[in-house]
């Protein structure tokens, strides 16, 4: 099992960034994934999931209206578009597979995790 994050980067308040999670060596399409983040001296925070088929997506409260979640399964990607970024959002983000999706908030309950990419947000 192999996911690859990409896209991170330093960016003003306000900015817009989409983040990609390469997935490998396991059927993706049949799993629930996940986006996680850790912000420098704290533990590692619930982002959003989407379901297997993409049709079903959560999100925490503090990025509702801001962050969408999406997936290619033919691709075997999965996305987070980041619109409206503020300095809070500044972490390190992570794509992880999600095997019980009625415990997708549980970050503990995710079974594979990529090596994360850094978003900073700032002026």
């Known amino acids: 099992v192999q996911l690859v994050e990409s896209g991170g980067a330093m960016v003003q308040p306000g900015g817009p960034l989409r983040l990609s999670c390469a997935a490998s060596g396991f059927t993706f399409s049949t799993y629930a994934m996940s986006w996680a983040r850790q912000a420098p001296g704290k533990g590692h925070e619930w982002v959003s999931t989407?379901?297997?088929?993409?049709?079903?997506?959560n999100y925490t409260d503090s990025v509702k209206g801001r962050f969408t979640i999406s997936r290619d399964n033919a691709k075997n990607t999965l996305y987070l578009q980041m619109d409206s970024l503020e300095a809070d959002d500044t972490a390190l983000y992570f794509c992880?597979?999600?095997?019980?999706?009625?415990?997708?908030?549980?970050?503990?309950?995710?079974?594979?995790w990529g090596q994360g990419t850094q978003v900073t947000v700032s002026s």
């Open positions: 992880a597979r999600t095997p019980i999706p009625y415990l997708y908030s549980e970050v503990l309950s995710y079974d594979a």
């Open positions: 989407i379901n297997t088929g993409g049709g079903t997506t």
